[in-house]
């Protein structure tokens, strides 16, 4: 399987945010953008994610299931978490595996193991702290198997020991075939991490 | 003109009629004057249009 | 298809454990119908003939209240995205939240209409008739108020605004929903061809809605 | 009708592809189109005041008619001009339609407002009350509140592109509720009024009637189209403008970068 983005250019209202972006992610491999605020970074997840339009160029998952859009064979982590504060993690973990699993076996147990969830399972979401809600977040990655990860600054108030947990599952989705988009200031100290720099005067120059 | 007992009425009508074209006139024509004159404004402290072009296309709104 | 059921089914069970909205909307059609009186005077003749167009207007503002709820809190916490990545259309997405609005306060508003009726002098052989003209008519009023709601979303104070986008749509379930209810007390129309046409109403809108919500989100979140 | 109106216009703003183009043509075409209005409704005036005959049932009053009915018209015409600029907005992308669907609006407000202004003087004297639930009368404010709805959805979203295209949405769902509204008017109307109500233009119209009010349709449409021609120039000036701002702002900030990479 190969994520393949060529001459992608992407408009925000009238400026020009990417402008012919060309790269791709095979199979077990991991992709890491990297710049400064306003090179693009979320821009291009977004468009991947089939959040923005793109003003020209191509998004393809060579090697996916046809049947599907590349978004629906996504998960995208945004900045925002996606929980509602009156359901309990487990009841928010489940309903985003079956909305976005749509039959396939869900593996919620798993998920919470993963993430080191399983003492707050039962808990309401509101109650949580910034750290904890953005594991539950991210523990949608495992509920779901899909095989893109398009992640946008997951290890926003995540501590040390959290981003490790993120680190493995990231490790593990590699090792099985999966691909990884990720945006980041933190290192997730992986072993195969290839960079993209993304600069605001390579886009603003092109 | 004797426009007969409901004279008032008559005027009335095309006295609001032409009130609202012409403040419709008038400020479509102000405005397009107010525009032009910023426009050369602009073009006067050396804004031009492909000095636009080369930084940010303008959602195609204005070539497409 | 399971998957319009889950998200269904969630918003449901977000309206009952966060409750809140309903009995908001509940509350405030109560208010609106006992205002009605107190500025009309309790001449019950009088308050009998006008109670369908009472009941009507004020459960049209009661759920004007309860409509930025049906997007916002979705796209506040990030979930619209997610959902819109999901194998679901976003046209049954919508669909499937539009729906959720109707069975949560739609309905609950259909139902308290037959109670306020009573504060109204509204004769009771009307009764089952006003019950059935709701439950018919207010299918339209959530799905076309998810259009407003979705081009509102982002909108600061987008409320006043929805109400001014949404409300000229009502007029034809008004018209024909208080028209269902005046043949069945007498009036001078023909149930069946009221209700008939308010059915059709809420399908069209039941189409153009969903399809129109979508769009307007798509172009928000982009 | 009025679809068949709307047809030159629409494939002359396909022709007018480019805006730049468009801005030639149409500064060509504007000060013959206002003439051409100027002199028709001028001409029209001087039927109606000094030519045309009172009508024998509603007397000097019918002088009304002439502005009333073209004003009608262009309210509606505004509405199903914003309808396919809309669609061709959504369905070919193509941002000169947003530029006549924003023109359009405040001019369709502006002649529904006439309308409902004059059709009240009207029924003043004819009915013996400034306001009848008449179902053409109750129509036409509900498609002032169409237009309002759609200036304040423009106004409150400040992206303008997010603007046009929600604005666009909401135009097409407007048109789709529109017949039924207007069905449901006039059933409500039946409903409720004996038919006694007095047609205010019916077939019974006088021929000598007949000429002035079409002089006058024809140049207050074309004054129509002249005002939605210069608004549509405006509006392509007013983003014109914004964009030279813009590439303003942008070298103000590379000059700065340079400088402090230097």
């Not at chain 1, 599907?68 to 982590?77: M, T, V």
């Not at chain 1, 490790?171 to 988009?181: I, K, R, Y």
């Not at chain 4, 029209?44 to 045309?52: D, E, K, Q, S, T």
């Not at chain 4, 666009?168 to 509204?181: D, K, N, Q, R």
Request: charged share 15%; with cysteine; net charge neutral.
């Amino acid at each position: 399987m190969r994520l393949a983005i060529e001459h992608l250019v992407v408009d925000r209202g009238a400026r020009r945010i990417v402008d012919g972006l060309s790269f791709a992610v095979v199979a077990g491999d991991a992709l890491v953008l990297v710049g400064p605020n306003g090179a693009g970074k979320t821009t291009v997840i977004r468009t991947v994610a089939g959040l923005i339009g793109a003003a020209g160029g191509t998004i393809a998952l060579e090697g996916g299931d046809a049947d599907k859009e590349l978004p629906a064979q996504a998960h995208y982590i945004g900045h925002l978490n996606a929980l509602k504060p009156s359901l309990t993690v487990e009841e928010n973990l489940r309903f985003w595996a079956d909305y976005l699993g749509a039959g396939a076996a869900a593996s919620i147990d798993e998920a919470l193991a993963a993430f080191d969830l399983e003492p707050l399972a039962s808990i309401p979401a509101g109650y949580l702290s910034a750290g904890q809600k953005r594991r539950a977040c991210l523990a949608r990655l495992i509920a779901t198997p899909r095989p893109l990860w398009l992640l946008d600054e997951p290890t926003v108030s995540l501590d040390a020991a959290s981003v490790r947990l993120l680190a493995e599952c990231v490790a593990q989705h590699l090792a099985g075939g999966g691909l990884v988009l990720a945006a980041t200031h933190i290192p997730l100290g992986l072993a195969r991490e290839r960079r993209l720099e993304l600069s605001a005067a390579r886009s603003a120059a092109a | 003109m004797d426009l007969g007992p409901h004279a008032a009425f008559i005027w009335a009508s095309y006295a609001i009629y032409s009130v609202v074209v012409a403040g419709v006139i008038g400020w479509l024509v102000w405005d397009g004057a107010r525009l032009k004159a910023r426009l050369l404004e602009l073009e006067a402290k050396g804004v031009s249009r492909r000095s636009r072009s080369m930084s940010a296309k303008p959602a195609a709104k204005e070539e497409s | 298809m399971s998957a319009f059921w889950t998200l269904l089914k969630r918003d449901l069970l977000l309206q009952v454990r966060e409750g809140g909205a309903v009995g908001t909307a509940l509350g405030f059609y109560l208010v609106v119908v006992t205002m009605m009186p107190l500025g009309l005077g309790p001449d019950l003749n009088l308050l009998s003939r006008i109670a369908p167009g009472v009941l009507w207007i004020a459960l049209l503002l009661s759920a004007l209240l309860s409509l930025p709820r049906i997007f916002e809190a979705d796209d506040e916490d990030g979930s619209l995205e997610v959902i819109a990545t999901g194998d679901l259309p976003l046209e049954l997405a919508t669909a499937a939240k539009a729906l959720a609005h109707w069975i949560s306060t739609g309905i609950p508003l259909a139902l308290l209409a037959p109670v306020l009726g009573l504060l109204l002098n509204l004769e009771l052989s009307a009764y089952p008739v006003l019950v059935a003209t709701m439950l018919a008519g207010t299918p339209a009023i959530s799905f076309l108020g998810a259009v407003g709601a979705a081009l509102t979303l982002r909108v600061r104070r987008g409320g006043l605004l929805l109400a001014l986008l949404v409300l000229p749509l009502y007029i034809p379930t008004l018209i024909f929903g208080i028209a269902a209810i005046s043949a069945a007390t007498g009036g001078p129309s023909g149930f069946q061809a009221s209700f008939l046409i308010l059915s059709a109403i809420s399908l069209f809108s039941l189409v153009i809605g969903p399809v129109a919500a979508a769009a307007a989100i798509r172009f928000q979140t982009q | 009708m009025t679809k068949a109106a709307m047809n030159p216009q629409q494939s002359l703003t396909q022709r007018l592809a480019n805006p730049t183009r468009f801005m030639e043509l149409s500064g060509r075409v504007l000060p013959w189109l206002a003439a051409a209005a100027a002199l028709l409704i001028a001409y029209a005036l001087y039927l109606v005041f000094f030519v045309a005959p009172d009508d024998y049932q509603q007397g000097q009053t019918v002088k009304i008619m002439f502005i009333h009915v073209p004003a009608a018209w262009l309210g509606m015409l505004g509405y199903a001009l914003i309808a396919v600029s809309s669609f061709g907005y959504l369905v070919f992308r193509h941002p000169l339609a947003d530029v006549s669907a924003k023109a359009a609006a405040p001019l369709g407000a502006a002649f529904t407002f006439l309308a409902l202004a004059t059709g009240s003087l009207w029924g003043k004297p004819m009915w013996g009350t400034y306001w009848v639930w008449d179902a053409r009368l109750t129509s036409m404010l509900i498609l002032l509140f169409l237009y309002f709805g759609l200036m304040a959805l423009r106004s409150a979203i400040e992206d303008d592109a997010l603007a046009g295209k929600l604005c666009a949405v909401l135009g097409l769902v407007g048109v789709s509720i529109l017949p039924i509204i207007k069905f449901s008017v006039d059933w409500w109307n039946t409903l409720h009024q004996p038919a006694s109500v007095i047609r205010l233009d019916g077939p019974t119209i006088h021929p000598d009637l007949l000429w002035p009010l079409l002089y006058s349709a024809v140049g207050f449409s074309l004054l129509f189209f002249a005002l939605h021609t210069k608004g549509m120039r405006n509006e392509i000036l007013r983003r014109r403008l914004r964009s030279l701002t813009m590439a303003e702002v942008d070298r103000a900030r590379t000059v700065s970068a340079t400088a402090a990479a230097e």
